[in-house]
């Protein structure tokens, strides 16, 4: 095999084909490491990996993030949780509510993550597309008297969604209101609206749907209307890239300066099973 990197959109994304993950040589890994950094999003197509082995590639950029939903972790490995709707024994195989808003990963914690890894097992018939929008050509695009209104705002990122008005708790969840009344007790996290890019040193917007719920210098109904403002500015399509899942496709994406959500689409008992691992990261600046 010979590793191939090849262009997903414009926007965003590669897809990266001819390589086996589970034995990855140090030169492969180089190209992969770059199409992550110039491509923001990468598809690696075609991986047959163990928990054990995607923990391996996973560690090969960083520190794993501990998984908040400890619930639906592996047995024996706490840093692989598992995505899925299924239902076995009346109970769920794994968490069904991920992602179902925009955000960015571990918005809502004093050191949000790197990036993101999900390992599809199995897809759906139809629906599963992951959207992502990118918050680099996001903040660009802003009128600089937006630029220079929000340069030293706060985002105050909330983890329980009983906290945003902005979202729900999903009614397929079976432990959904017990884990984000607990969630109330955690500490919001203050992050800048304004992310600079510790790698590049490009300037992303960084405030979501899913964690943000206020703006920490303005009042709450001056913070809500920007927030508004800048929440359907993020969505426009021109940042946008869509991916159609694969069975073997394993996906990472840079949580420093892209959104993402899931498409959602399809209904039990139509399943998805995907393994998701998160590296770890640094305080937002």
């Known amino acids: 095999m010979q590793l191939k990197v090849t262009s997903l959109s414009a926007v965003m994304g590669a897809e990266i084909s001819g390589v086996d993950l589970a034995h990855l040589t140090d030169q492969d890994f180089k190209i992969i490491q770059k199409a992550f950094h110039d ?104 009128p600089d008297d937006v630029k220079r209104r929000i340069q030293n705002l706060h985002g105050v990122n909330a983890s329980s969604k009983l906290k945003n008005k902005r979202v729900t708790v999903s ?9 984000y009344k607990s969630a109330l007790e955690k500490p919001d996290a203050i992050h800048p609206i304004v992310r600079t890019h510790p790698e590049t040193g490009k300037k992303a917007l ?20 920007l927030l508004d403002y800048l929440f359907d500015h993020q969505m426009r399509a021109e940042f946008r890239y869509d991916h159609k899942w694969k069975n073997g496709d394993l996906v990472m994406w840079d949580n420093r300066c892209l959104m993402h959500c899931a498409g959602g689409g399809y209904k039990y008992p139509d399943t998805r099973l995907m393994h998701r691992t998160v590296i770890a990261g640094d305080r937002p600046v």
């Open 206 to 225: 960084y405030a979501s749907p899913r964690f943000t719920i206020g703006i920490k210098e303005l009042d709450d109904s001056e913070g809500q209307e």
């Open 171 to 179: 009614k397929d969840r079976p432990d959904g209101d017990d884990y």
């Open 39 to 142: 491509h923001l999003v990468i598809a690696v197509r075609d991986q047959n990996l163990s928990p054990q082995d995607q923990i391996a590639f996973t560690s090969r950029f960083g520190e794993l993030e501990t998984q908040a939903n400890a619930l639906y972790a592996i047995p024996g490995y706490p840093e692989v949780l598992v995505i899925s709707n299924d239902i076995k024994n009346g109970r769920p195989v794994g968490l069904i509510d991920a992602g179902d808003f925009w955000h960015s990963d571990s918005q809502s914690r004093d050191k949000p993550s790197t990036a993101t890894i999900l390992h599809s097992l199995k897809n759906p018939s139809q629906g599963g597309d992951t959207q992502f929008a990118n918050m680099y050509l996001a903040y660009d695009a802003l």
